[in-house]
C-alpha cells in the first residue's frame, strides 16, 4: 500500500444523523442505528492512528456547514452522510458538495452513488457490461396485466438503501401480490417500485477495497454468506437487519469467510471487481449476489460507501483479510487522502 498521509491529518468526520427518520423504532434502536455512531468509532479509530479527528454533523442548513468545515482547517472529510435532509436520494450532493469546496473525501463520488441509488438504472448499467442480473421491470403505476416475469417476484423500493421498505411480503407469488406491494410502497414510501425475478437460494456478498488506480487498484475481500437458518425466512428483511427483537435477526447470520469451494470464492471475486471497475468506484463497497440451483450468481446491488460501523460487513470481511477496525479506517482515508481534491 502507498503511504499518502498515513497520520498527522487533520480529519472532519461528517455524518448525517438518521435519527428522525427511523421513528417508527423504539429510541434505543434509532439510538443504535444513528450514524452518530459510526462517527464516534470512525473518530476513535483516527485518533488511535495518530489523526487530529473530531465529529461533524451535517446539519438541515449546508449555507452553515461550508464555514464551518472551512474555519475548521480540516485537510479531509471522512464522509458518513446517507442521507442529508432525511434523503437517500441526495446523498450525492454531500460528496459533491465536498468536490465544489476542494476538499478531499473518503469513499466513493457523486456518480457511483447515484446511479447505484437508482437500482433500475444499475441494473441496466450491469446488464449492457454482460453482468448477470435477476430480470426487472421498474413499476411506476399500478401493474393491470402480465409483468412478462417468472413468478415468484421481489418488489423492492426503486431508491432505497438498508433494506427500507422490503418485508417477508416483498416476495409475491401472482399478480395480487404484486400489485398489493406496488400500492403499499407508493403509499408508504411514495416511491416506484423495482420488480425482479426472485432468486431462492446462496446469498453472498464480496467487499472491495480501491480506487481502481494504477498505484491503488480494486481489491477484493473474503466472500461472506447470508445463511438463513430458518426457512422461512427468504429475505434479509429491514427487520432482520435491523431490529434485534426480530426473530430474523439472529436466525440470518453472516458467515465470513464463505463456506465456498476455492472456485466460487474466485468467481464471487471476479464479478465484484468487474463491477467496481463498471461502477467506477473508489475507497469502499460491497457487492450483493444470489446463487441459484445451478449455480449461477446473479448480482442484486451494488453499494458504494456501505456500513462501516464496528459490527457491519465490511469490517467483518476486513477483519477476515486481516485488516481490522482501525486499520480499515485509516486505509479509506489514506484512499480518500489519495485522490485528493476532485
Not at 73 to 90: I, M, R, T, Y
Not at 96 to 104: G, I, Q, T, V
Not at 242 to 267: F, K, M, Q
Request: charged share 25%.
Amino acid at each position: 500500500m502507498n503511504s499518502v498521509a498515513t497520520k498527522g491529518a487533520r480529519v472532519a468526520v461528517l455524518y448525517t444523523s438518521v435519527f428522525e427518520s427511523i421513528k417508527d423504532l423504539k429510541e434505543e434502536q434509532r439510538e443504535d442505528m444513528d450514524l452518530a455512531v459510526t462517527a464516534k468509532s470512525v473518530t476513535e479509530a483516527l485518533r488511535s492512528a495518530g489523526h487530529d479527528a473530531w465529529i461533524h454533523a451535517f446539519e438541515k442548513d449546508p449555507g452553515e456547514l461550508i464555514p464551518a468545515l472551512r474555519s475548521s482547517g480540516a485537510e479531509a472529510v471522512f464522509n458518513l452522510c446517507e442521507c442529508p435532509d432525511l434523503s437517500p436520494e441526495k446523498e450525492l450532493h454531500a460528496c459533491a458538495l465536498l468536490e465544489l469546496l476542494r476538499l478531499p473525501y473518503t469513499g466513493n463520488g457523486p456518480l457511483a452513488l447515484g446511479i447505484c441509488n437508482s437500482k433500475a438504472l444499475s441494473k441496466q448499467l450491469m446488464i449492457a457490461n454482460g453482468i448477470s442480473t435477476p430480470r426487472f421491470l421498474l413499476c411506476t403505476c399500478d401493474p393491470a396485466g402480465d409483468a412478462g416475469l417468472s413468478y415468484p417476484l421481489v418488489v423492492k423500493p426503486a431508491n432505497e438503501d438498508g433494506s427500507a421498505g422490503i418485508t417477508e411480503d416483498s416476495v409475491v407469488a401472482d399478480l395480487a401480490g404484486l400489485r398489493r406491494q406496488v400500492k403499499w410502497l407508493k403509499e408508504t414510501l411514495r416511491q416506484d417500485s423495482l420488480v425482479e425475478e426472485f432468486v431462492d437460494g446462496r446469498e453472498f456478498n464480496v467487499g472491495v477495497l480501491g480506487n481502481g488506480s494504477a498505484t491503488d487498484p480494486h481489491r477484493s475481500l473474503p466472500p461472506a454468506e447470508l445463511v438463513y437458518r430458518n426457512p422461512r425466512w427468504r429475505l434479509c428483511t429491514y427487520e432482520s437487519k435491523w431490529n434485534a427483537t426480530h426473530p430474523s435477526y439472529s436466525e440470518i447470520a453472516p458467515v465470513c469467510p464463505a463456506d465456498v469451494p476455492p472456485g466460487l470464492a474466485a468467481r464471487l471475486s471476479e464479478i465484484a471487481l468487474d463491477c467496481a471497475r463498471i461502477f467506477r468506484l473508489t475507497g469502499y463497497a460491497r457487492v450483493d449476489f444470489r446463487m441459484n440451483a445451478e449455480g449461477e450468481l446473479f448480482v442484486l446491488e451494488v453499494n458504494p460507501n456501505p456500513d462501516i460501523s464496528t459490527d457491519a460487513g465490511m469490517p467483518r470481511a476486513a477483519r477476515a483479510a486481516g485488516l481490522p477496525y482501525p486499520d480499515l479506517i485509516a486505509e479509506i482515508l489514506r484512499l480518500g487522502l489519495a485522490l485528493g481534491a476532485r
